[in-house]
C-alpha cells in the first residue's frame, strides 16, 4: 500500500496463539483507522499445519476514510514490480479501476465491525456508514449496511461466494431513497442501461434491487446470470427530454409537449434471461392515465 502510512497508540496482550488489541490507531495517507478486537488460532497458521483456521473479531472505526486514494494506491502498488512506491497526491483522486478477481481466503474466519464518520467513494461523500461483515468458508456476507450521502440514504445486504476461481456468486439487496435519477445513474451507471427511460423522470426517487449473480473473474456481472426484482417508486415528478416519449405527448396532445408531471410512480419488474420485464403500472400523466409494460433486452 505505497501510501504513507503511520501505526501509532498501539497496545494489546500477545501470547503465542492470540492476539488482543485494545488500541491501534492507523494513518494511511488521508484515511485514518482504530482497530481494536482480537485475532486467533495464529500459532497453527503461522507453523503451517494443514487446515488451520485463522480467526478475527474485529472493530474498525474512522473519521475519515478516503476509498478513491486506498483503491488507487492498490493499483500504483500492484504494478510496481516490487519496486518503491509512495504515493502522496492522490488525495483528490476519482479512481476508476479495472478490478481483479478478489478471493476470500478459505482459513479464516472474521467477524468485523464498520463504523465510519465520513467515507469519500468516486464524486460521492458518505456519512454514517456501519456495516457488519462475516466471512466464512470462502464467502462473506454483508449486513445491516447503511449510510447517509447528499445523494439518499442507503441500504445494502449482500454477500460474495468465491468457491472456486470458476464459481464465484454474488447477491445483494441495495435501496436508495430520495435519490434523483441523475444520481442514481452516477451511483450505479449500469441502472442507464437497465432502464435507459428513467433519466427522463426529474424528481426525487426511491429506488430497491434484490438480485443474484455470477461473476466473472474481472468482477464483472455475467448479465445472462442476473435474477432479482427491481422496485422505483417517486411522488411529484416530472417528464423531460423524454425522446420516444415526447412523440406520446404530441399524438395525446398534451398541454404542455415538453414537460410531464406525474403524481405518483410506481414501478416494479423482474430481471430473467437477460432481460427486465416491467409490470404493468398506471402512470398519470398531464390529463390522462395511461397503463404500461414492457421488456428491455439487456
Excluded at 463504523?115 to 445491516?144: P, T, W
Excluded at 435474477?227 to 404542455?256: C, S
Amino acid at each position: 500500500l505505497p501510501l504513507q502510512n503511520t501505526i501509532s497508540n498501539f497496545s494489546g496482550e500477545l501470547t503465542d496463539d492470540r492476539l488482543d488489541i485494545s488500541s491501534l490507531n492507523l494513518n494511511s495517507g488521508s484515511s485514518d483507522l482504530s482497530i481494536y478486537g482480537s485475532l486467533l488460532g495464529l500459532r497453527p497458521v503461522l507453523t503451517g499445519r494443514a487446515r488451520s483456521m485463522f480467526y478475527a473479531v474485529l472493530n474498525l472505526r474512522s473519521k475519515m476514510l478516503n476509498a478513491n486514494e486506498i483503491l488507487a494506491a492498490i493499483n500504483a502498488g500492484g504494478s510496481a514490480s516490487g519496486e518503491a512506491v509512495i504515493i502522496d497526491t492522490l488525495e483528490n483522486a476519482e479512481e476508476q479501476l479495472d478490478y481483479s478477481l478478489i478471493v476470500v481466503p478459505g482459513n479464516l474466519n472474521a467477524n468485523v465491525t464498520i463504523d465510519l464518520d465520513s467515507v469519500r467513494y468516486s464524486s460521492i461523500g458518505l456519512s454514517g456508514f456501519h456495516s457488519d461483515i462475516k466471512m466464512r468458508e470462502r464467502c462473506l456476507q454483508i449486513a445491516n449496511t447503511a449510510a447517509a450521502s447528499p445523494l439518499g440514504n442507503l441500504a445494502l445486504d449482500a454477500f460474495y461466494s468465491t468457491v472456486t476461481k470458476s464459481d464465484i456468486n454474488a447477491g445483494f439487496n441495495v435501496r436508495l431513497d430520495a435519490v434523483t435519477a441523475d444520481h442514481l445513474i452516477e451511483v450505479v451507471p449500469a441502472i442507464d442501461s437497465l432502464v435507459p427511460m428513467l433519466k427522463s423522470f426529474k424528481g426525487n426517487l426511491d429506488c430497491q434491487l434484490t438480485a443474484t449473480t455470477q461473476l466473472d473473474t474481472m468482477m464483472n456481472i455475467v448479465m445472462p446470470s442476473l435474477d432479482g426484482v427491481l422496485k422505483i417508486n417517486g411522488k411529484n415528478l416530472r417528464v423531460e427530454d423524454a425522446g420516444d416519449l415526447r412523440k406520446i405527448t404530441r399524438l395525446l396532445l398534451f398541454k404542455n409537449k415538453n414537460i410531464g408531471n406525474i403524481g405518483n410512480l410506481y414501478v416494479n419488474g423482474m430481471i430473467h434471461d437477460n432481460k427486465l420485464e416491467i409490470f404493468p403500472f398506471i402512470l398519470s400523466v398531464d390529463r390522462y392515465e395511461i397503463a404500461m409494460s414492457g421488456i428491455q433486452g439487456f
